[in-house]
């Protein structure tokens, strides 16, 4: 991932208020784009509730149950 990417993921995340107390210091060119430190930034009630329907474990642990229900337990 390029340092960009990583800005414009953490401004993503920030406008959609999955995560808060992040600033940001736009530059020209964006590659010089910054953010504060990250020991300010904190999830968001909504980021956890995204976390916790979206987490790829959560979605695994529901394939193999469907999985296991298909198969006959003796």
Not at 37 to 42: C, E, I, L, T, Y
Not at 45 to 60: A, D, H, P
Request: glycine share 2%; net charge negative.
């Amino acid at each position: 991932m390029t340092d960009k990417q990583y800005y414009d993921t953490l401004k993503m995340l920030s406008e959609d208020k999955f995560i808060a107390g992040i600033e940001f210091f736009d530059a020209i060119p964006p590659d010089y784009s910054l953010v504060n430190d990250p020991s300010n930034w904190r999830i968001t009630r909504l980021g956890i509730e995204y976390f916790k329907e979206n987490s790829l474990i959560r979605k695994t642990y529901k394939q193999l149950k469907e999985i296991k229900d298909w198969l006959p337990l003796t």
